[in-house]
């Protein structure tokens, strides 16, 4: 009877974990289906069919010509290296201070980053507009990236991941001369690198993927990202969802490289921090 209920439990489990995974993993699958499919493809079917019956590469080729997508690309490509090296090196120096040093306000200063991380980016949107209109910065890509320069979530996680490293590193390091520089570098830096890899990693999908901020921002067709430039696929009184779908594609490519390039160290870095939690 025990290994009865064990194994009942089991079922539950592979039953939720499957529909996890539709949920999730279902609309990427039915884009990336959808940017294959051609005319003679049915795609309001009933019920849907995901493999295409008239396979065809025709809507990259379409999504290419419409709009200039290599220059989208390398605009946020530019923007995305922008986030990537404020987030790894702002928080890791913001991280490493609240985690490790002592000072005044260090107790406040933990509490407004928490705070940060609550209140929606829709509430100050107005805000961060009229800041970089005032830094005459408006329509340029360095202005797309300010406002996720750092985030207070990834100064959390290099706060816990700098806090997970024994004190008797730095004390050695201290009896030895090291000023806090020197211990920052040397000692805490090399021990953090998966969550490292995480924070960079958060910090690219999220600015390559972010679409308000730049289309506020931004309005200049030269300037355009590529989550703003692939809008221009939809038409005023009609859009074809294959060539959308291919666009999207299109945009999907570069995160799956970057993630596969660093996927070991993202891995090393979220189980190191599962093991600290």
């Known amino acids: 009877m025990h290994k009865s209920s064990i194994t009942a439990g089991k079922v539950v489990q592979y039953i939720f974990l499957v529909l996890f995974f539709i949920v999730l993993v279902g609309p990427i699958v039915w884009q990336i289906a959808l940017a294959f499919k051609g005319p003679n493809d049915n795609i309001y079917a009933v019920p849907p069919y995901f493999l295409p019956k008239d396979f065809t590469w025709g809507n990259f080729t379409k999504a290419l010509a419409t709009i200039p997508v290599l220059r989208y690309v390398l605009n946020s490509a530019i923007v995305a290296l922008i ?7 702002g928080a890791s120096f913001a991280g490493y201070a609240l985690a490790r040093l002592k000072f ?27 800041i970089i209109r005032d830094m005459d910065l408006q329509n340029t890509l360095l202005a797309a990236a300010l406002p996720g320069l750092i985030q207070p979530i990834n100064i959390m996680l290099m706060m816990n991941a700098f806090r997970g490293i024994p004190d008797e590193m730095e004390e050695a390091a201290k009896v030895d001369g090291a000023n806090v520089w020197q211990r920052f570098f040397n ?8 969550t490292t890899t995480v924070v960079a990693i958060f910090s690219f999908v999220g600015a390559w993927n972010d679409f308000l ?24 009184f009609y859009s074809d969802p294959r060539l959308i779908a291919a666009g999207t594609v299109l945009a999907l490519i570069p995160i799956v490289i970057f993630f596969l390039i660093f996927q070991r160290y993202f891995f090393r870095g979220v189980e190191a921090g599962g093991i600290k939690g």
């Open 83 to 89: 986030s990537v090296c404020g987030n790894v090196i």
């Open 213 to 236: 901020w730049p289309l506020i921002v931004l309005g200049d067709d030269s300037q355009y990202t590529l989550t703003v430039g692939l809008n221009k696929l939809r038409g005023t």
């Open 104 to 130: 005044k306000g260090k107790g406040l200063a933990t509490m407004v980053v928490f705070a940060a991380m609550m209140i929606p980016v829709e509430t100050v949107i107005i805000s961060q507009f009229l």
């Open 187 to 194: 000692i805490c830096v090399p021990q953090v690198k998966g």
